[in-house]
């Protein structure tokens, strides 16, 4: 078999720059919270592939669900011949949605493909055109996910002119405010209807209840709830980004859960299907059926196989209570975070929710992001066997599989923690 080396030069022949990567690192064969690449070297897993394998690498019951799906057909597409696992899936997601209405549900490919049709329903439901994103949120790299993301470098840059109708709002005063969170909510609120769109044009917020690549901030709860009674004073309809937060990974099945506030639309992918390509948007019966016939669709959205894994998801989350295990991962998580902050003067802010925790890495002569930091604890870690990756350049973030066992779990940490005091 070829080396991690060998295959980064074909790589960089045949791939263009674009696609980033965390570890310069050839997969083998992943199990659980464990990854093994071409040469043999083992990692436990503090990526899960970015969110995607909450349920861990090759869960037995998926990899199954998805061999029996696949003895019958692979594909005929929902349009031409629909199928049952597809209608399984939506009922039990239309049951599990906190919106505390009937649902409906629609499934896609991808996150940003989630967030597009989300966005369209609503326009169609409310007969506007106004979208609310916020600053350093993440939607995907289509147009309208580069447009509704609130980061330039890299996501954006030199890729315009993007889509037109979409207003931003500050990310401190929803997830970092500095002083009373609910009275700045309100402030920037009033200042997006006094100098940017009135709310009678706004169709939709989309918000992610946690910041994703912005920086795994958790929104403010008072914040959040002045957000959720703005919308509904002024029939805005509410979409949570649940692409990375949902099944289990905050510590309930969604993270809109912890808040106790109700979205009227949510948007799911990466975990829904255990690794598989999926995306779902789930909402309110009655905005959900706005669009016309084939206003909504895709050739391979809902995926035969996908539907398969996802269902055998859902089973493996109640039944090995991988919500509550997230819980208990983000305890351990953040005792080893706060011991970091407290004894290094590189380290800031950690912070968290469930299991999607973070810390930031410093200079501490001037308290600025510190990128390079950051990317050293990486290769650090990487070099000692944890696979962990950044976000927003200087925050190291955790995205385990939820399925990790406490001995791997707490041998990361002393990696990671070992990893951080070396960049001192």
């Known amino acids: ?72 057909f692979i594909h005929t597409c929902w349009h031409v011949a629909m199928y049952e696992p597809y209608v399984r899936l939506a009922e039990r997601l239309n049951e599990l949605t906190p919106t505390g209405s009937p649902n409906k549900t629609a499934l896609f490919n991808s996150g940003a493909e989630a967030g597009e049709n989300a966005i369209k329903t609503a326009r169609k439901f409310t007969k506007r055109q106004g979208v609310v994103a916020f600053e350093r949120g993440f939607h995907g790299r289509t147009l309208l996910g580069l447009t509704l993301t609130g980061k330039v470098n890299p996501y954006a840059a030199g890729f315009g002119p993007f889509a037109p109708e979409v207003y931003r709002l500050p990310y401190q ?39 994703g690549e912005g920086g795994f901030f958790p929104a ?80 391979f959205g809902g995926n035969p196989l996908a539907c398969a894994a996802a269902n055998a998801v859902l089973d493996i989350m109640a039944e090995e209570q991988l919500p509550q295990r997230a819980r208990n991962i983000g305890e351990r998580l953040m005792q080893s975070f706060k011991a970091l902050e407290a004894n290094h003067r590189h380290v800031v802010k950690a912070r968290g929710l469930g299991a999607m925790c973070a810390f930031e890495l410093v200079d501490p002569s001037t308290g600025q992001p510190d990128k390079a930091r950051a990317g050293k604890v990486v290769e650090h870690s990487r070099e000692n066997g944890l696979l962990v990756m950044a976000a927003s350049g200087n925050v190291i973030r955790s995205l385990m599989p939820l399925v990790i066992g406490d001995e791997d779990l707490d041998k990361g940490i002393r990696i990671l923690e070992q990893s951080v005091s070396s960049v001192g």
């Open 173 to 211: 005063p929803f997830f970092d405010p500095v002083g009373d969170a609910a009275s700045e909510a309100r402030a920037a609120l009033s200042h997006l209807f006094q100098y940017h769109i009135e709310p009678e044009n706004i169709a939709c917020v989309i918000m992610e209840p946690v910041l």
């Open 1 to 72: 078999m070829a080396t991690n080396n060998e295959l980064l030069k074909r790589r960089a022949a045949a791939v263009p720059q674009g696609p980033f990567n965390v570890a310069p690192i050839f997969a083998a064969r992943a199990e659980g919270a464990k990854l093994w690449d071409v040469e043999g070297n083992e990692y436990i897993d503090f990526c899960g592939g970015i969110g995607c394998v909450n349920t861990g690498h090759n869960h037995p019951k998926v990899v199954q669900a998805v061999r029996d799906q696949s003895d019958s």
């Open 220 to 299: 403010d709860p008072e914040a959040l709830k002045v957000l959720r009674a703005a919308c509904t004073e002024h029939g805005i309809v509410f979409i949570a980004d649940e692409v990375q937060t949902g099944f289990g990974r905050c510590g309930s099945m969604f993270a809109m859960e912890r808040y106790g506030l109700r979205p009227d639309m949510v948007c799911y992918a990466k975990s829904l299907a255990g690794g598989m390509p999926l995306s779902a948007v789930t909402g309110r019966a009655e905005i959900m059926d706005a669009p016309q016939i084939g206003g909504l669709g895709g050739t």
